[in-house]
């Protein structure tokens, strides 16, 4: 006891808990659509990544954040990033669980279901720490577009689905474990990458195929410590896109050199920084000309990561804001049986479900490559699923935060987590493509001859279960037949988002949830904050439900 007064009412952290175990939406989503998927190694990561132990790393890892050293003490340049030992904990067990490049080896992709494991383990390790899964999320998204360079491949494809982690700066073949990272923004465009200045000269051919010399910048360039980087540059023929690796193959340092690294609102255990390249060596991966389509094939599954990465973060909020509520009294009672509390924490565990019931929905199109529909609704969907899920990203944490009152807004220790989360809610929205980019992909996806009986089908199953979501469902095709213009774009995507996630949760959760989520967000039922939801909602059965131990 303290001499001035005793420490009570404030609970016990959320910690030592499997985040697999009990989370039932994820649980459920993956029943519905790889019912065939062996859990045990979700089962495994779920208990390493709420560890207490893992949980000291991602604090450690964004109190000491990471250090750029652009010289030795000799003047030397050494374009070095220095990362706290919690940052390599961290990738390290990234990797060990296989959520970078692993998913791409043929032993998973034989299984069927390589991208929905690895959207669940993605999913369950962004609740641990989200920063450090740029460079893993860089090097699993690179191989549809690296693949397009055999060459490269060939030589690259242990390192990059092996399950070691290697940080040293090495040439490949000396590594058993490879990072790859991206850089098409510079500073006159970030969406409209056709600005980009940035030069490539050819410079001779060898077992890579074409080089380039590559000369110019870029101003977000994340995780510049990766072994290689899918870069965009002004060929003579346009832009196009090249491998451009850190250590060439003969051992030397290429000319990519780090400026300085960006000061970032959240995001903090992650480097992003501005470089410049002076005459770089770079190698062509696809065709001359055609680097926006190109780079897009990893941008398609960074998307897909941005939709998993904030369902992520919103469970973790969702579970802390629930941990707190049942521990802590105000006006005689717990918090979370105060009939307003109540409201806000359903309306968080039906925004949350329905996230994960969407991100996940999209996972399995990745895995369906050869079946028609599923490509259709991986199109639609991707930035469907990128656009709404992380537009309710920082709305979602900042009412969660406030479930912890004052204590929520703090940095320190385990409540501290909920300023983590707030901060680096924005930027699954903004990279990777920002909101009205997404909404504006959505109607070039819907001017496909067969996206509008292809959403018809998948709202299907869910026809006659809620009248507000048979009345969006019959619009709907006729809205994406129509076209909406780009001045509706964002309401159209938002529209498609609801309908889909409503369909998906008639599928896979409790009837309390579906009728509530089709109430309140399709129905009107609602107001202009969460925790509006009408009282004749069940609140304690998706309360129950959501709840993390
Ligand atoms: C922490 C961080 C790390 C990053 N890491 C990387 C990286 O590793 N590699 C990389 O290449 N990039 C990276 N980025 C860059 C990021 O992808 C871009 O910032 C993003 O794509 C937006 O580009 P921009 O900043 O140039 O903004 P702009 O393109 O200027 O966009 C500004 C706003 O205008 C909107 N807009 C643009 N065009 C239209 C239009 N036609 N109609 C309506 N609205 C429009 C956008 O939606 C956005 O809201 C990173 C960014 C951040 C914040």
């Known amino acids: 006891m303290n001499p001035t007064h005793e420490v009570f009412n404030q609970p016990e952290p959320l910690v030592n808990v499997n985040l697999f175990a009990t989370n039932r939406a994820m649980q459920a989503a993956l029943q519905f659509n790889a019912p065939a998927l062996d859990t045990a190694p979700l089962h495994a990561l779920g208990a390493v990544v709420g560890s207490g132990e893992m949980q000291a790393h991602a604090r450690l890892a964004n109190v000491h954040t990471p250090q750029l050293k652009t010289h030795n003490r000799f003047g030397q340049r050494v374009d070095q990033v220095e990362f706290h030992p919690s940052y390599h904990a961290l990738m390290s067990a990234a990797v060990e669980a296989g959520l970078h490049g692993t998913a791409f080896s043929a032993k998973h992709q034989a299984t069927g279901h390589a991208h929905q494991l690895r959207a669940a383990g993605f999913m369950l390790f962004t609740e641990l720490e989200p920063s450090i899964l740029c460079p893993i999320s860089m090097s699993y998204a690179v191989a549809p577009a690296l693949k397009d360079n055999p060459a490269i491949y060939r030589d690259w494809e242990a390192g990059l689905t092996s399950r070691a982690y290697e940080p040293a700066l090495k040439v490949w073949r000396d590594k058993t474990g490879l990072t790859m990272g991206m850089g098409m923004t510079e500073k006159q465009g970030g969406s409209?990458?056709?600005?980009?200045?940035?030069?490539?000269?050819?410079?001779?051919?060898?077992?890579?195929?074409?080089?380039?010399?590559?000369?110019?910048?870029?101003?977000?360039?994340?995780?510049?410590?990766?072994?290689?980087?899918?870069?965009?540059?002004?060929?003579?023929?346009?832009?196009?896109?090249?491998?451009?690796?850190?250590?060439?193959?003969?051992?030397s340092m290429n000319q990519l050199f780090i400026q300085r690294l960006k000061d970032k609102l959240g995001n903090k255990a992650n480097a992003s920084s501005e470089v410049e390249f002076v005459g770089a060596s770079a190698w062509l991966v696809g065709e001359e000309g055609r680097g926006i389509p190109q780079i897009l094939a990893m941008g398609t599954?960074?998307?897909?990561?941005?939709?998993?990465?904030?369902?992520?973060?919103?469970?973790?909020?969702l579970s802390i804001a629930l941990n707190h509520t049942s521990q802590r009294k105000a006006f005689g009672k717990t918090l979370i049986d105060q009939p307003l509390m109540k409201n806000v924490l359903a309306d968080l565990a039906l925004e949350s479900e329905a996230a994960t019931a969407l991100a996940l929905r999209l996972a399995r199109s990745f895995d369906r490559t050869g079946d028609a529909h599923e490509q259709v609704m991986n199109r639609l969907l991707t930035p469907v699923a990128k656009f709404w899920i992380c537009k309710r990203g920082s709305?979602?944490?900042?009412?969660?935060?406030?479930?912890?009152?004052?204590?929520?807004?703090?940095?320190?220790?385990?409540?501290?987590?909920?300023?983590?989360?707030?901060?680096?809610?924005?930027?699954?929205?903004?990279?990777?493509?920002?909101?009205?980019?997404?909404?504006?992909?959505?109607?070039?996806?819907?001017?496909?001859a067969d996206a509008a009986a292809a959403l018809a089908h998948e709202l299907a199953p869910a026809k006659g279960m809620h009248p507000a979501l048979d009345r969006l469902a019959a619009q709907l095709p006729i809205r994406v037949e129509e076209m909406a213009s780009e001045m509706e774009a964002r309401r159209l995507a938002q529209d498609v988002a609801l309908a889909v996630q409503a369909a998906l949760l008639a599928q896979t959760a409790p009837s309390a949830v579906f009728s509530a989520f089709c109430d309140s967000r399709?129905?009107?039922?609602?107001?202009?904050?969460?925790?509006?939801?009408?009282?004749?909602?069940?609140?304690?059965?998706?309360?129950?439900?959501?709840m993390p131990r």
């Open 395 to 448: 709305h979602f944490a900042q009412e969660a935060m406030e479930c912890l009152g004052g204590n929520g807004y703090v940095e320190e220790g385990g409540e501290g987590v909920m300023a983590r989360i707030y901060r680096e809610m924005p930027l699954n929205s903004i990279w990777e493509g920002a909101g009205n980019i997404m909404a504006i992909d959505l109607l070039r996806a819907l001017r496909k």
């Open 192 to 251: 409209d990458v056709r600005a980009n200045t940035t030069r490539a000269e050819p410079a001779g051919s060898d077992a890579w195929g074409q080089r380039f010399s590559v000369t110019g910048h870029k101003w977000f360039f994340s995780a510049p410590m990766c072994d290689a980087f899918l870069i965009l540059a002004q060929t003579a023929n346009g832009l196009s896109c090249l491998f451009l690796p850190r250590v060439l193959p003969d051992g």
């Open 522 to 546: 399709i129905g009107g039922e609602w107001g202009h904050s969460f925790g509006s939801l009408g009282a004749g909602v069940d609140f304690d059965t998706i309360i129950q439900r959501a």
């Open 301 to 317: 599954m960074t998307r897909l990561d941005c939709a998993l990465g904030t369902s992520g973060l919103m469970r973790q909020a």
